[in-house]
C-alpha cells in the first residue's frame, strides 16, 4: 500500500472512532460515518469506509452489524480510548492535543 493510501486509511480510522466516541451510545451507520470522512477532509467512498470499518474490527476497536446497504457500527471501550488520545496503535492516527 503506498504511502499516501496508508495515511488516509489512517486518518479516515480516526475520523470514524471519534465521531463514534461523541455519538449517542457510541454508534452510527456506514453512510453517515462516509458523509463524516468526506466533511472533515478525508475524502472517502463506502468501500474504504468498509474496509476500514473491517480493520477496525480485526483490531477489537469497533464493531458492526449488517452488511450491504445498512450497517450500523459501534465503538468499543478500546476504540474510544484511541480515539480520546489514551493509547495507540500505529494503524491509527493519533489525535493531536486538544482535540
Not at 25 to 52: A, H, P
Amino acid at each position: 500500500m503506498s504511502d499516501y493510501i496508508e495515511t488516509l486509511s489512517r486518518h479516515r480510522r480516526l475520523t470514524i472512532l471519534r465521531f463514534l466516541a461523541d455519538s449517542p451510545e457510541y454508534t452510527s451507520n456506514v453512510s453517515i460515518l462516509e458523509d463524516v470522512c468526506n466533511k472533515f477532509g478525508v475524502t472517502s467512498n463506502r468501500d474504504q469506509v468498509v474496509t476500514d470499518l473491517g480493520w477496525l474490527r480485526e483490531q477489537g476497536f469497533a464493531d458492526y452489524k449488517g452488511e450491504g446497504d445498512f450497517i450500523v457500527v459501534t465503538a468499543t471501550a478500546r476504540g474510544v480510548e484511541i480515539a480520546q488520545g489514551k493509547t495507540r496503535h500505529e494503524g491509527v492516527q493519533r489525535p493531536r492535543p486538544g482535540h
